[in-house]
Structure formats: structure tokens, C-alpha cells
């Protein structure tokens, strides 16, 4: 059974740093894609960051040069560093593993609170 546990969400003040960690259970984690999203209250949930099996990774537009994913596959864990946080990065994050080859397998974690507020 696959699981997906995000962690290191909570309160911070605006410029501040947050680093969230996702770790994953029940997968050869190494092939997937993995990636955060968030979703504010009132609005869609929007793709943050992704990075692939070999390591490559993209952002959205809104966070580049804030935000840095990396990914430990020894550990099973990908994460999330947020610098220079604002309070628009107020938001549920969360994690999403994602595989495709004769079919689509598609995992979502909880979420993890994340707010930016002096």
C-alpha cells in the first residue's frame, strides 16, 4: 500500500524559510515523479515544483528562486525548501508521486499546513 506523509509545515513570518519533507512507503520510489502542489483556500490546487526519477526539475513560475525541491531516494523522501517565503505561499501542500507506463499511477498525501503571516 502506498503512502505519502508530508512534514515541516506551520507558521512563519514573511522572508522566512520552511522545508517540507515527504516521505514515501509502499513504491519503488526511485522511478516516480514526484512533486508538490498547493492549494489556497477559495482557490485551485496549483503544481509547485517537480522533479523527476533522474533528477531533473521544474517550478512554477512564482516560485523560482524561492523554492528548491530535492529528492533522497535511499531515503524515500523528496522536500521542499522555501526561502523568502510570502504570505501569496500561504497554502495546503502536498505531496504527489507519479508513474507512467502501461497505465498511470497517480498518489496524493494528506497535506501539510503552510502560513506566512507576520
Known amino acids: 500500500q502506498v503512502q505519502l506523509v508530508e512534514s515541516g509545515g506551520g507558521l512563519v513570518q514573511p522572508g522566512g524559510s520552511l522545508r517540507l519533507s515527504c516521505a514515501a512507503s509502499?513504491?519503488?520510489?526511485?522511478?516516480?515523479?514526484m512533486s508538490w502542489y498547493r492549494q489556497a483556500p477559495g482557490k485551485q490546487r496549483e503544481l509547485v515544483a517537480t522533479?523527476?526519477?533522474?533528477?531533473?526539475?521544474d517550478y512554477a513560475d512564482s516560485v523560482k528562486g524561492r523554492f528548491t525541491i530535492s529528492r533522497d531516494n535511499a531515503l524515500n523522501t523528496v522536500y521542499l525548501q522555501m526561502n523568502s517565503l510570502k504570505p501569496e505561499d500561504t497554502a495546503v501542500y502536498y505531496c504527489?508521486?507519479?508513474?507512467?507506463?502501461?497505465?498511470?499511477?497517480?498518489?496524493w498525501g494528506p497535506g501539510t499546513q503552510v502560513t506566512v503571516s507576520s
Open positions: 504527489n508521486a507519479y508513474l507512467s507506463l502501461w497505465g498511470t499511477l497517480n498518489y
Open positions: 509502499g513504491m519503488i520510489f526511485k522511478i516516480y515523479t
Open positions: 522533479i523527476t526519477g533522474g533528477g531533473s526539475t
